[in-house]
Antibody
Framework: EVQLVESGGGSVQPGGSLRLSCAASGFTVSSNYMSWVRQAPGKGLEWVSVIYSGGSTDYADSVKGRFTISRDNSQNTLSLQMNSLRAEDTAVYYC???????????WGQGTMVAVSS | QSLLTQPPSVSGAPGQRVTISCTGSSSNIGAGHAVHWYQQVPKTAPKLLIYGSYNRPSGVPDRFSGSKSGTSASLAISGLQAEDEADYYC???????????FGTGTKVTVL
């Protein structure tokens, strides 16, 4: 079964760090492009970052310089290292698989990140 | 600030047809980038509904259809059912941002 499962969410103080992981099954992470998408409480979806099959990455302006996306081919996992966290980073974070037409066809269940003092 | 604008809400009675618009610009939809649509039931992950502007993944009822013209796209739901009550988002790629963009989201209510 093709599946994504996120982990690593939690509560952190402003300025702190957190690392999210996304375990894939049923397909190979490195053969697809993978993204993180977040959703603040009561708000819409916001794209955060992407890593392409070739290894190049892109970020939303709101997280550029603070977040780093990576993958572990041996573990078939995707990660998001989040530093210098702010209150506005509070959200459910989803990992998603991108397909050839640029749609996200497989989504994880999400993991909650709460940034508060 | 989202670059794709959707109406906040639409509603219809069971069996009716509703449409949701998604207005972009020359750097995303107008540049020829595909538009995709997602359905999100509260407290659950989004589900891909339409990809490549017009195509339905396996398992999505043909009551859902997509269209695209110029800098805009639309999602139509015909034969509205109670289970269609959810939030709907459009999505595309923006060349100016070198990133992906989501619409502002539309809540569909079945009266």
């Amino acid at each position: 079964e093709v599946q994504l499962v996120e982990s690593g969410g939690g509560s952190v103080q402003p300025g702190g760090s957190l690392r999210l992981s996304c375990a894939a099954s049923g397909f190979t992470v490195s053969s697809n492009y993978m993204s993180w998408v977040r959703q603040a409480p009561g708000k819409g979806l916001e794209w955060v970052s992407v890593i392409y099959s070739g290894g190049s990455t892109d970020y939303a302006d709101s997280v550029k310089g603070r977040f780093t996306i990576s993958r572990d081919n041996s573990q078939n996992t995707l990660s998001l290292q989040m530093n210098s966290l702010r209150a506005e980073d509070t959200a459910v974070y989803y990992c998603a698989r991108g397909e050839f037409s640029s749609a996200f066809d497989i989504w994880g269940q999400g993991t909650m990140v709460a940034v508060s003092s | 600030q989202s670059l794709l604008t959707q109406p906040p809400s639409v509603s219809g009675a069971p069996g009716q047809r509703v449409t949701i618009s998604c207005t972009g610009s020359s750097s995303n939809i107008g540049a020829g980038h595909a538009v995709h649509w997602y359905q999100q039931v509260p407290k659950t992950a989004p589900k891909l509904l339409i990809y490549g502007s017009y195509n339905r993944p396996s398992g999505v009822p043909d009551r859902f259809s997509g269209s695209k013209s110029g800098t805009s796209a639309s999602l139509a739901i015909s034969g509205l059912q109670a289970e269609d009550e959810a939030d709907y988002y459009c999505q595309s790629y923006d060349g100016s941002l070198s990133g992906y963009v989501f619409g502002t989201g539309t809540k569909v209510t079945v009266l």
